[in-house]
């Protein structure tokens, strides 16, 4: 016997598959979204904040950055080398400030206030790490070339 279910007797079998699977997302969403992660410190001037976080540190992650997100987010990305690492801000919903790190976490080069749609922003010194943050982020550590940061993962009890 050929089922006689048909596309119109799959709909709402579908409808609850879709359902179900948008309310995980947004539940997960929810969930994770917005919890301290990170104590990130300016050393140089005393100053600390407990942020949430991201790290790029793979080829995927590094080359998204801030790209298609529904607002500017802090993320440290970890570079394999030390070397000169340019940026753009195709595509990042607003402006964001770019604080390109030494091995030791000292500030060699700060950007603020970078606006949407810029094709590339190069710094001037070579780096092992960059800091893309919300400009609020930068003036709550008063954060300026020359400056040590510390970035601490405050999730893990080790």
């Known amino acids: 016997m050929a089922n006689k ?13 879709a ?3 948008a309310t995980g997302f947004i539940l997960v969403g929810v969930l994770f979204q ?4 990170t104590l990130l410190s300016n050393l140089s001037k005393k100053k600390s904040v407990k942020i949430s976080m991201e790290t790029a540190d ?3 992650t590094r080359m998204r950055g801030l790209m298609f997100r529904e607002k500017v987010i802090p993320i440290l990305f970890i570079f394999n080398s030390e070397g000169i690492y340019p940026i753009h801000s195709k595509f990042v919903p607003a402006e964001f400030d770019a604080i390109w790190l030494s091995p030791n ?6 950007i603020r ?4 749609n810029q094709t590339i922003i190069r710094p001037s010194a070579s780096a092992l790490y960059l800091l893309e943050l919300p400009p609020e982020i930068t003036d709550r550590l008063k954060i300026e070339e020359g400056d040590r940061l ?3 993962n405050i999730l893990d009890k080790k």
Not at 5 to 17: D, E, I, N, S, T
Not at 34 to 37: A, I, T
Request: aromatic residues 12%.
């Open 150 to 152: 510390e970035w601490k």
């Open 105 to 110: 976490g000292t500030a060699v080069d700060v």
């Open 19 to 21: 359902v179900l699977f």
């Open 58 to 60: 793979s080829n995927f």
């Open 34 to 37: 917005e919890q301290p992660n």
């Open 5 to 17: 279910l048909g596309a119109r007797g799959l709909l709402p079998y579908a409808a609850v598959v």
């Open 113 to 116: 206030r970078i606006p949407p």
